[in-house]
């Protein structure tokens, strides 16, 4: 098996992300309103689980990884459409059917669609189901990683705080989480609505986990973070990112949460992304 304990290739993950900018905007020509600026918000992070952290199963099995992830901000997901569309676990027609009577990729990942584990999109669902999948993963005995991207906003959410707590008392740490750390949720600051959300990584610490505070969309960071964990805790990287990555009148504008660009704003964004080189 191959294994993660491996040098990371930023400039490889960069260059996937730019290609997986410009699909999602894409994607984003088809419908009239979906969460663009969430799913750049955390890209790199997700990319960084699939292509660097994440275990491939036996050849030929399935599911293709040995390890889980779970989207838990669940309208960030095509960041994760576009990924399992480029690992051929999902079809060219099943995003050309996103958000379509006919298809199968809704505005949220579903359970059921090959790449999604658990349905996710009501907010401060997913670290329950990743701290009960990490337990399950221990009583079995199973060397298994479970991976979860949550967003800040899922932080307001107190299940959230009560499987971080549980996960710390089990003390899992085949538990590894991300934060996406934009500072919005949905159409507000957190730093102006909610001032007592920060410092978010000493919360977190408090709560018994392992903590680290990175830049979200530096891959290679978060990689090391991963590498050096002590192992003897959950982990939680936390990633302070701009939500809208990469696209200049997207970045920190609260509208783009829900908006999908006209023709003239896809033009412009395609031209600030630029192209993916060879
Ligand atoms: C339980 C719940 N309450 C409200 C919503 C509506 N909602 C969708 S996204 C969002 C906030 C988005 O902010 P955040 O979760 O931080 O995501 P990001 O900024 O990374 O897009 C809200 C309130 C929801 N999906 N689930």
Known sequence: MASVEKGFDALAAQRRCLEYRRRILEISQQVTALHVAPAFSCLEMVDLIYSGLM????????PRFLDSFLMSKGHGCLSQYV???NFGVLE????????TPIGQLGAHPDFGVPGIEASTGSLGHGMGIATGMAYADRIKGDDRHIFV???DGELQEGSTWEAIMMAANLNLHNLI???DLNDFGGLARMSEGHPAFYPVLDKIRAFGWEAIEVNGHDAAAMHD??????RKKPLMIVGKTVKG???????????????????????????ELGEVSS
């Open 55 to 62: 275990r491939p199963s036996a050849e030929g099995l399935s």
């Open 83 to 85: 990924i399992l569309e």
């Open 92 to 99: 060219k027609s099943d995003l050309q059917n996103y958000c």
């Open 149 to 151: 991207v949550l967003s």
């Open 177 to 179: 989480a991300f934060v």
């Open 225 to 230: 973070g991963f590498l050096n964990r002590s």
């Open 245 to 271: 990555k990469g696209v200049s009148f997207m970045e920190h504008v609260p509208i783009w949460h829900y908006r999908s660009p006209n023709k003239e704003e896809y033009a412009q964004a395609l031209a």
